[in-house]
């Protein structure tokens, strides 16, 4: 993230971070010192997310999860450009964002105290991990990496220490004394089963340049779970790439075999650097390659571009998003949909589907019977693309109610055809349950997407009756969550065996309870002896992950065989049966 560190106590390097805790004035300086490339394409409209009024949105990660994305990312301000706490809002469309707060500011442990940045979210097994910089009060500005767990996106639990900080960075890292260790990304290393990788910005041994550095856990049940997997690369006075006063937010994805390794420098224009790797994410640093900075991949100018990340839709679809200080809105995130060309190595950017209206195509007072057409108006690409919608029943006095879109003829998507799409529909009625049990009123729109709706269409029953189906109360769909309510709030005690984890070596438990509450969790054998106790204490509201190494009290390794993990509560005890291997 965009940081007001210093990282020398020379006199230019002290105006120098001074400069940098302005939003972006670091960027502006470079710009009038070098003059813009010209470029021969502008940029492709893209699908904006803004920050809650009052607020701008800093670094953040998107994670697609059922209908919904869910994007955190730093709120900051002008009185503090840094950012203090993290802002969540959601989307089923990319376009039209609800805020949802993220209940994540500062924490009460030492590391995080201060501040919280960079967040990077992951969901495995069914829990989420909030992947996030911490800083501290004392020393001042210490910067750590922390990681959050949840089931609902709402509330979160810490970890009681960080995974990686200026303690354990030492291969590569002279972070201490100037705390520099921030903007993790976390992802499983491809060449080795159940071993994850954190890669994170941190100041190299020379004092002067950062690094992405990489934090990795361990397969084997008898080291540390997190520990210092080297940097990335090694800068060197004759390799002009890699002398960077600013490597931030680092990030990781491959296509058609190739990795990519983008972050953010503060090179002047264009900051965010393109790198590949055809051989692995870690281990191979030697193999990473300095490609061009983004504008060279795109072919056009992306100077007020920073904090950039890559993430793939369930269909497969990549995307690519920035915050961008030249969105007409102001400091927002861009999201673009991501091209691939067989063959070719770059990508190219363009404008993300999505369905800008729906409406009726005729009167918007029908007889059962008689056509109301609609028409769907796409935006992007949206070629093989789908428009998922739900029909609201309008009823004067009492709340909108879902109804099936099949109760009254329709589908539950249209394929994208062209702008607009012409749904031809027959009307059908079914009969309404409020003070004009004669006439049905409607609104389609698409689904969980309220601002894309139709206007009422009001369809009256046909003299004589009929016209439609019966009412079918065994079908009628629930009334969406009101905006900020939890996606999934627990209300039982539970604990699962997680089949993986990327917080270490070991056993993962989930430990998820409604409410605070006393409790403990024992590994027992099965003569129910008690092998090791895993917490005994106070635990809190939400998802708890508690790690087993595979050892006893005593250290010793559990031999293989079948143990059980046992969690006691005031109101409930809940065993699960777990294999240990050899």
């Not at 993220?102 to 960079?118: E, H, I, L």
């Not at 539970?494 to 984890?501: D, F, P, Q, S």
Request: with cysteine; proline share 8%.
């Amino acid at each position: 993230m965009r940081c007001a560190c210093p990282r020398s106590q020379t006199a230019v390097s002290r105006l120098l971070s001074a400069a940098r805790s302005w939003q972006r004035v670091s960027f502006a300086l470079f710009a009038l010192l070098a003059a813009t490339p010209v470029m021969g394409w502008a940029q492709p409209p893209a699908a904006v997310l803004n920050a809650r009024s009052g607020y701008s949105p800093k670094d953040f990660t998107i994670l697609r999860d059922g209908a919904w994305y869910h994007a955190f990312y730093i709120e900051s301000t002008w009185d503090d450009p840094l950012g203090t706490r993290l802002g969540h809002s959601r989307s089923a469309d990319l376009y039209h964002w609800e805020y949802l707060d993220s209940n994540f500011g500062p924490g009460t442990a030492a590391f995080d105290n201060a501040r919280v940045w960079a967040p990077h979210l992951v969901k495995v097994d069914g829990v989420f991990y909030l992947f996030y910089a911490g800083v501290s009060v004392t020393p001042a500005n210490q910067q750590s990496i922390g990681v959050a767990t949840s089931t609902d996106l709402s509330t979160w639990n810490r970890l009681s220490a960080p995974i990686m900080d200026c303690a354990h960075a030492t291969a590569h890292s002279t972070c201490t004394p100037f705390g520099q260790l921030r903007d993790p990304f976390a992802m499983p290393d491809p060449t080795t089963p159940g071993r994850w990788l954190t890669f994170y910005a941190t100041v190299f041994t020379d004092g002067q340049n950062m690094v992405p550095g990489i934090a990795a856990t361990s397969s084997a049940l008898d080291t540390a779970p997190w520990t210092d997997a080297g940097a990335v690369f090694t800068p060197d006075p004759n390799v002009w790439w890699t002398n960077q006063g600013k490597v931030e937010s680092p990030h990781l994805f491959s296509h058609d075999g190739l990795w990519y390794l983008l972050f953010t420098s503060n090179a002047g224009n264009n900051p965010i650097t393109v790198m590949t790797n055809a051989t692995a994410p870690a281990g191979h640093e030697g193999d990473w390659q300095m490609r061009t900075r983004l504008n060279g991949v795109l072919g056009y100018d992306t100077n007020y571009w920073f904090a950039s990340e890559q993430f793939t839709d369930t269909d497969g679809r990549d995307y690519f998003a920035v915050v961008a200080d030249d969105d007409p809105s102001g400091r927002a995130i861009q999201i673009r949909q991501m091209n691939w060309t067989p063959g070719d190595w770059k990508f190219s950017l363009s404008q993300p589907f999505g369905v800008s209206t729906i409406a009726w195509t005729g009167s918007q007072v029908v007889t059962a019977g008689a056509h109301a057409d609609l028409a769907f108006y796409p935006i992007g690409d949206y070629a093989g693309r789908q428009a998922h919608i739900e029909v609201v029943e309008k009823d004067t006095g009492q709340p909108d109610q879902l109804i099936p879109p099949s109760s009254i003829g329709l589908p539950d998507y249209v394929d994208m055809t062209g702008s607009p799409t012409i749904l031809p529909w027959v009307s059908e009625f079914i009969p309404d349950d409020d003070d004009t049990p004669n006439r049905l009123e409607i609104q389609v729109r698409l689904a969980n997407v309220p601002a894309v709706s139709t206007t009422t269409l009001y369809i009256n029953m046909p003299s004589g009756g009929g016209g439609g189906h019966p009412r079918d109360e065994d079908h009628a769909r629930p009334v969406p969550q009101e905006p900020g309510t939890p996606s999934t709030p627990v209300t039982q005690v539970t604990l699962r065996a997680l089949k993986e984890t990327p917080l270490g070596s070991g056993i993962g438990l989930l430990v998820d309870l409604p409410t605070s509450s006393p409790a403990r969790v024992d590994i027992i054998d099965l003569a129910g002896r008690r092998v090791r106790t895993l917490a005994n204490g106070s635990m809190p509201k939400g998802a708890t992950v508690l790690m087993w190494d595979r050892r006893d009290e005593g250290g010793q390794r559990v031999p293989a065989g079948i143990v059980f993990a046992r969690l006691t509560t005031p109101e409930k005890t809940r065993m699960v049966r777990l294999t240990v291997g050899n």
